[in-house]
T-cell receptor
C-alpha cells in the first residue's frame, strides 16, 4: 500500500517570507498526489494536485507544489506567506489503480506577523 | 454544487452506548470514504465504497464498527458499543474519479465519556 511522510510536525515562518512544507511518498507505479488544508473544526479543503505533466503545479490561495520523481517528493510552497495561511496541511497519495487515498500525519504551519 | 453533508456535527455519549453517523456525498460521486482523525493527526481510512460495494474495509474494527451504503448514495457508520478510545473526528469524503480530489464534509466530533 502507498504511504506518505511529512517530516515536520511544525513549520514557523514570518509573514511575507517564502514557505515550504515537505512531503515524501511511497507508491507502486505513478502516483496521484494532493495537498489539503484544514482549519479548526472543519473538514479538509483541496489545494492542488499532481496527476501528470508539468512537475510544478499551481493551486488555490497562491500555493504551488513541485513533483520530484527521483526524490519521491511533493513539497508545498508559497512565495510570500500570509498570517491567514496558518493551518494544518496534509499531503496525500492516491493509487490510481484502486482509488485508495492515504494521508500524511500533517504539518502545522504558523505564520507570524 | 452542494458539498458533502455530515450529521451530527457533535456527539457526546457514554462508553458502551451505540452511535451512528450519517453522510450524504456530492451527487454523482461514486466513491465514498470514511476516515477517522485523531487530534493533531492525519485522517486514517476506515472504509471505502465504490457505489454500494465496500471495496476496502481492512482498517475497520469489525467487532464494533459497521457501515452501509445501501443505495450507493448516502452512508451510515455505526459504532456499538463505543469505547473511550473511539473519541475522534469522523470524516466522510467523496470523489468522482481517480484523478479527482476528495471532497470532505465538516466531520462529526465524537466524545465518549
Amino acid at each position: 500500500a502507498q504511504s506518505v511522510a511529512q517530516p515536520e510536525d511544525q513549520v514557523n515562518v514570518a509573514e511575507g517570507n517564502p514557505l515550504t512544507v515537505k512531503c515524501t511518498y511511497s507508491v507502486s507505479g505513478n502516483p496521484y498526489l494532493f495537498w489539503y488544508v484544514q482549519y479548526p473544526n472543519r473538514g479538509l479543503q483541496f489545494l492542488l494536485k499532481y496527476i501528470t505533466g508539468d512537475n510544478l503545479v499551481k493551486g488555490s490561495y497562491g500555493f504551488e507544489a513541485e513533483f520530484n520523481k527521483s526524490q519521491t517528493s511533493f513539497h508545498l510552497k508559497k512565495p510570500s506567506a500570509l498570517v491567514s495561511d496558518s493551518a494544518l496541511y496534509f499531503c496525500a497519495v492516491r493509487d490510481p489503480r484502486n482509488n485508495d487515498m492515504r494521508f500524511g500525519a500533517g504539518t502545522r504551519l504558523t505564520v507570524k506577523p | 454544487e452542494a458539498g458533502v453533508v455530515q450529521s451530527p456535527r457533535y456527539k457526546i455519549i457514554e462508553k458502551k452506548q451505540p452511535v451512528a453517523f450519517w453522510c450524504n456525498p456530492i451527487s454523482g460521486h461514486n466513491t465514498l470514504y470514511w476516515y477517522r482523525q485523531n487530534l493533531g493527526q492525519g485522517p486514517e481510512l476506515l472504509i471505502r465504497y465504490e457505489n454500494e460495494e465496500a471495496v476496502d474495509d481492512s482498517q475497520l474494527p469489525k467487532d464494533r464498527f459497521s457501515a452501509e451504503r445501501l443505495k450507493g448514495v448516502d452512508s451510515t457508520l455505526k459504532i456499538q458499543p463505543a469505547e473511550l478510545g473511539d473519541s475522534a473526528v469522523y470524516l466522510c469524503a467523496s470523489s468522482l474519479e481517480a484523478n479527482s480530489p476528495l471532497h470532505f464534509g465538516n466531520g462529526t466530533r465524537l466524545t465518549v465519556t
